[in-house]
């Protein structure tokens, strides 16, 4: 159904959609994953930041527009398509989640850990018993859209600071950018940070948000569009910070700890107090995305029957309290995290391509004609991603195996 919105409300939703895209992609995953390529590939790492923006933009502006002028969420789309179809992409998305969720709840006990010295299963419980408490709120969505809201710009703030900090070498992130030393060795950080970033639930995080909150139709198109752009853009410059706050720790000579790799920019740079403004960027970032993550995961549900929509915050609570039991029993490596951003990536090529022929389906957009150009951007961003993730599944097989 159309909603026409006033220029608060449009504001408002504006914000809730953009901060809960961009901080479910900004969560322990993504600050490892940054870290570690950084000091791997050191200023080439810039190129696969840049490309990543590109293949964003490509993802998100389709998914958005599509799902928000037909109105259904990515499942139904699918099984519109192709009876089953849907039943396969949530299966998917579900287990994405659940594995991006484990290492989320883990990396907010252990922000916790750094803050008040509190052992990771009382983090993790107590970081459960937050995020169920919200969703159990009669009416959660508003609440769920300003804890996002905050949580963006402290990381955004926090992590900027340290950059400027570091002295990071500007000049040259720039040149290796658009000239990296071997393009071809930055492939699965490439598949790694876009399935972090846009791969999986994170790709429907805004659009489903608001789906739910009524914005659909061809009248909030354009309004949506520009919710999808500014999201991409809100994720970029947090990425952007990150890499460069630790390309200045590692152009200076130090080695980043490889149990927890992004605490050494705060470290370095801030000494003891820096390792405490981590430990509350790692539990924001943490907490934002498990909020992020069970919404959008469980919004995979709601159209297969009555009780999934009926019983919608029971769901997500349940998605969260199942994440903590296995964090809590097998724990949340490093490499699991990367791992998990990798498959998010492989996701990524058979979801959009259900959105692009969506796109031209009339019994599915109407008579909304989907902009040739995107369509185009959309099929490229198939194809590289395909192609990426099919030469980088060796990686990815020796991630799993070395973890």
Request: net charge positive; with cysteine.
């Amino acid at each position: 159904m159309e909603k026409r919105l006033s220029e608060k409300e449009r504001s408002r939703f504006l914000r809730g959609a953009i901060f809960l895209m961009a901080t479910s992609a900004i969560g322990p995953a993504f600050l490892t994953q940054t870290a570690s390529f950084t000091e791997t590939y050191l200023a080439s790492f810039a190129f696969a930041i840049l490309l990543s923006l590109l293949i964003d933009i490509g993802v998100q502006m389709n998914i958005w527009r599509v799902i928000s002028v037909s109105g259904k969420r990515g499942q139904e789309i699918a099984n519109n398509l192709l009876p089953g179809l849907g039943y396969v992409i949530a299966g998917l998305i579900l287990f994405g989640g659940f594995a991006f969720n484990i290492a989320n709840i883990g990396g907010a006990a252990l922000g916790l850990n750094v803050l008040f010295n509190l052992p990771l299963s009382v983090g993790g419980l107590i970081a459960t018993a937050l995020t169920i408490g919200l969703f159990l709120v009669k009416r959660f969505g508003p609440i769920m859209d300003r804890v996002m809201q905050i949580c963006g710009v402290v990381m955004l703030v926090m992590v900027g600071f340290v950059m400027v900090r570091t002295s990071p070498p500007y000049q040259e992130a720039l040149i290796k950018a658009f000239v990296p030393d071997d393009a071809l060795a930055l492939l699965l950080p490439i598949v790694t940070i876009v399935g972090g970033t846009v791969g999986g639930y994170i790709s429907f995080a805004g659009g489903h948000r608001l789906i739910d909150a009524g914005i659909t139709g061809k009248e909030n198109v354009h309004f949506v569009g520009r919710a999808a752009s500014l999201g991409i853009v809100t994720t970029i410059i947090m990425r952007t910070f990150l890499f460069l706050a630790v390309l200045g720790v590692v152009s200076a000579g130090f080695s980043l700890d490889a149990s927890n790799p992004a605490a050494t920019a705060f470290l370095v740079v801030l000494g003891d107090t820096g390792y405490y403004m981590f430990g509350l960027v790692l539990f924001v970032a943490a907490i934002s995305s498990v909020i992020g993550c069970a919404y959008t995961s469980i919004s995979f549900l709601r159209s297969f029957h009555p009780l999934f929509s009926k019983y919608n915050s029971v769901f997500i609570a349940g998605f969260i309290a199942i994440s903590a039991s296995i964090f809590l029993t097998i724990g949340q490596p490093v490499t699991l995290l990367i791992v998990a951003g990798a498959l998010n990536g492989l996701i990524l090529p058979i979801v959009l391509t259900t959105i692009l022929i969506a796109s031209r389906k009339k019994e599915i957009v109407g008579d909304y004609h989907h902009p040739t150009p995107l369509l185009v951007f959309g099929v490229v961003t198939v194809l590289v991603t395909g192609a990426a993730g099919y030469i980088a599944l060796e990686g990815i097989a020796t991630l799993w195996t070395s973890s």
